[in-house]
């Protein structure tokens, strides 16, 4: 059997009771870790953390292993209880869904447990869940390769007066282009997009657009590491916001759409005062 565990967006103990009977019960355990990231981070002690009340060794599962050698997981699982643990809900990252697909087609039997993720803890704003349009994602700019294609959602849900949440992108043990074209991997730092990057991005990205769906005065709200002790939420227009200090990751981002009185009034709490 394949468990599919939601760890939720703090820490180990966010975990819900039903997710940790499972673990316990499962003979191999792997844990997702490029898609999010709780908030200690995959450093040892955050690990060690998880193992020592999930009572369970843990083997991180990068990309690599999850996308191409996902098979030798589905093997085990079907032979034992194997458990896949996700940061925030199971069905967040179109790679889990994959991967019970595939289980599925091998006569694997998959269970599900859920949990809090990024896509229903942003209502902690004000900004009511109903009113959300399409998710967009907005990944890392380089010199040669700058899409766009994020801005048409964005475009369209604002017209429909929806608000946007925007997924910052996530570089986890990417291989280097160098390394590529040597055949050798070798990878890049982690790195974890910050608010303020992503909106000097999506200013670049307007400027070329005739009747912008959005200007550096839309109201938006960051947030940084949600659902964590030291989560940091601020409302502001997207000038004010660039300013901000963040802290660390893990960042994303609102961009508001038509806003009731009620989400006005929770938004205030929020209010940037510089």
């Avoid at 020592?52 to 209880?81: F, N, P, Q």
């Avoid at 901000?244 to 990751?249: E, K, L, N, R």
Wanted: proline letters at 3%.
């Amino acid at each position: 059997m394949l468990f599919i565990i939601g760890l939720g967006l703090g820490d180990e103990r966010d975990i819900t009771l039903r997710g940790l009977e499972a673990v316990k019960s499962c003979e191999k355990v792997y844990m997702e870790s490029y898609t999010s990231l709780l908030s200690f981070g995959l450093d040892s002690h955050g690990l060690s953390n998880l193992e020592k009340l999930y009572g369970k060794t843990i083997t991180l599962a990068d990309r690599e292993m999850v996308e191409e050698k996902a098979h030798h997981i589905l093997e085990e699982a079907r032979h034992s209880h194997v458990a896949f643990l996700v940061v925030g809900d199971p069905f967040g990252a179109t790679t889990h869904t994959d991967l019970v697909v595939r289980a599925k087609k091998m006569g694997i039997h998959v269970q599900s447990v859920h949990n809090a993720s990024v896509m229903n803890a942003i209502g902690i704003c004000g900004l009511q869940l109903y009113r959300y349009g399409e998710t967009v994602s907005i990944p890392f700019f380089t010199g040669s390769w700058r899409p766009d294609s994020f801005y048409e959602k964005i475009h369209s849900n604002r017209t429909m007066g929806l608000h946007t949440l925007c997924l910052l992108d996530i570089r986890v043990k990417e291989p280097t282009l160098e390394s590529l074209a040597r055949g050798r991997k070798t990878y890049e730092p982690p790195r974890y997009m910050t608010i303020n990057t992503a909106i000097e991005q999506l200013l670049e990205v307007v400027q070329e657009r005739q009747q912008p769906a959005y200007t550096e005065d839309t109201q938006c709200v960051g947030f940084a590491r949600l659902g964590s002790d030291d989560q940091m939420i601020i409302a502001g227009t997207m000038k004010q916001l660039q300013m901000v200090d963040f802290g660390a990751p893990l960042h994303c981002l609102v961009i508001t759409g038509n806003t009731h009185p009620l989400e006005e009034e929770m938004l205030e709490f929020y209010r940037c005062r510089t």
